[in-house]
């Protein structure tokens, strides 16, 4: 069984900042990619940022610049930090990661249940 699980979300001023956490736990043999995915009410799910095995990183457009995104493999926990937060940038944020399971290594692509980020004044 795995499980990723969000921390960190909550309400923002416009021009603040916050850090997501995710962690993953489990029986888990490695993990590829790790990453954030954000939906705000009313709209489909889009992608953030996304890390993988090896330190590339890659962000959206309206991430770039603002959003960084960092993995501390000991810890099987990706972070997303997020500065100069707008009203747009409001919805709920999703951690994903592209992992393989126990002594089989068997792919598997988890999400967690996410966590809320509200920017308002």
Known sequence: QVQLVESGGGLVQP?????LSCEASGDIFSIEAMGWHRQAPGQQREFVATTISGGSTNYSD???????I???NGKNTV??????LKPEDTARYYCNADMT??????????????T???VSS
């Open 15 to 19: 021009g603040g900042s916050l850090t």
């Open 62 to 68: 309206s991430a770039k610049g603002r959003f960084f």
């Open 70 to 72: 960092s993995r501390d």
């Open 79 to 84: 972070y997303l930090q997020m500065n100069s």
């Open 101 to 114: 399971l126990g002594p089989h290594r068997i792919p598997f692509h988890s999400w967690g249940q996410g």
């Open 116 to 118: 809320q980020v509200t």
